[in-house]
């Protein structure tokens, strides 16, 4: 019977701690009847040696040697141009690879005939998906680690306490955004005690907020006959005025926040600005607003820079967070290795890789391809 050989890289972008796969799931894809090949040192940001992965049955090689022996090639980010560059036709290529960010990776890859599944394109709509869907899991520890670093950063105490020296006000945080990663951050932040309320332009989150123990915010809904979300299960764009009047009727929850933590994206697309500069001034000094939008196209906050930290002359910190699932790499990377293992026991089957643009997950995970 055929055999499958993946091949798990070394994820070479700067500040990249995260491994497409570990160890433990290395063991469930040789129980399925896979071969793994491992790029040495793959593993090491994340806490993983390469005896690790041999004792897990998989076999730890030289680059060269991976991309010559694998029919399949893991990542965690799209290869840089020397990695994309050294794949070989036929070679199927697996990870985040956003190809509406990069189109022309994609593009090139294709051209030369090597197929791209993007788990970023898996739609969050389909129930029997769930357990692939590494953009969820990856915003779960995003939005855990957002409250974590904002509570870090922040000079005071997030609950409220009564000592010997008096009483301390417990931290108003604001989240904006309600889906995975800002549902987490609200969960995060309560358990630390903070007085949570938050926002998102989906009025059918309101019951998700409320249930976590915080406030939802009622400042602008889509007009009538609009949806609030668009294919795939994610929040649609808003238009210029929406966004403005979203803005406005936010600046004043704003301005009065101890922390702020900002989630809102567009697959693809620019975030939306949801913290100007101007209510930046009006926050407290000693405020701290963490941006997860934070990316080359943008974020949600008036110029914040992904994986760059400021703070304005008014004493208010930005923390432009855009890699925080790096920052928990171990925890990160074994989500994804799941998300992984469940896709390809939907892709594999009798030692072959099958991939059916009819079925409706694999379809849309080779979107970037077939569109």
Request: contains cysteine; hydrophobic residues 45%.
């Amino acid at each position: 019977m055929p055999t499958v050989t993946v091949g798990v890289l070394r994820e070479r972008a700067p500040g990249e701690r995260r491994v497409a796969l570990v160890p433990e799931a290395v063991t469930l894809l040789r129980r399925a009847g896979l071969d793994v090949l491992v790029e040495t040192g793959a593993g090491s940001g994340a806490w993983f040696t390469d005896a690790d992965y041999t004792d897990a049955g998989a076999t730890v090689v030289p680059p060269d040697e991976l991309y010559d022996r694998a029919d399949l090639i893991l990542c965690v980010a799209a290869p840089d141009p020397e990695t994309a560059g050294a794949l070989r036709p036929g070679q199927t290529l697996i990870g985040l690879l956003e190809p509406l960010r990069h189109p022309a990776l994609t593009e090139e890859l294709t051209a030369r005939g090597v197929r791209t599944v993007s788990l970023d394109l898996l739609p969050r709509t389909l129930s029997r998906a769930q357990s692939m869907d590494a953009l969820t899991s990856q915003a779960n520890i995003a939005g855990y680690k957002a409250a974590l670093l904002a509570a870090d950063t922040y000079d005071r105490f997030l609950p409220m306490l009564t000592t010997a020296a008096g009483t301390m006000r417990p931290a108003q945080v604001l989240v904006l955004g309600a889906g995975v990663a800002g549902l987490q951050a609200i969960a995060t932040a309560r358990r630390l005690g903070a007085v949570v309320s938050a926002y998102d332009v989906r009025p059918a989150s309101r019951g998700e907020v409320e249930s976590l123990g915080a406030r939802f915010l009622d400042v602008q809904r889509p007009p009538d006959g609009e949806p609030d979300t668009e294919r795939g299960g994610y929040a649609r764009e808003l238009t210029a005025q929406e966004q403005r009047a979203q803005r406005e009727a936010l600046d004043t929850h704003i301005a009065r926040s101890d922390i702020v933590i900002t989630t809102a994206q567009v697959p693809g697309r620019k975030p939306p600005l949801l913290v100007t500069a101007s209510v930046l001034e009006r926050m407290r000094s000693g405020s701290v607003v963490v941006d997860l939008a934070a990316s080359e196209l943008g974020g949600n906050v008036e110029n914040s820079e992904p994986d760059k930290t400021a703070v304005l002359d008014s004493g208010v910190t930005v923390i432009g967070a855009g890699r925080l699932p790096s920052a928990m790499a171990t925890a990160a990377s074994t989500a994804y290795a799941r998300n992984l293992v469940a896709l390809l026991r939907h892709l594999v089957h009798d030692g072959e890789l099958v991939l059916d643009p009819a079925d409706e997950i694999t379809g849309a995970l080779l979107g970037g391809e077939t569109s």
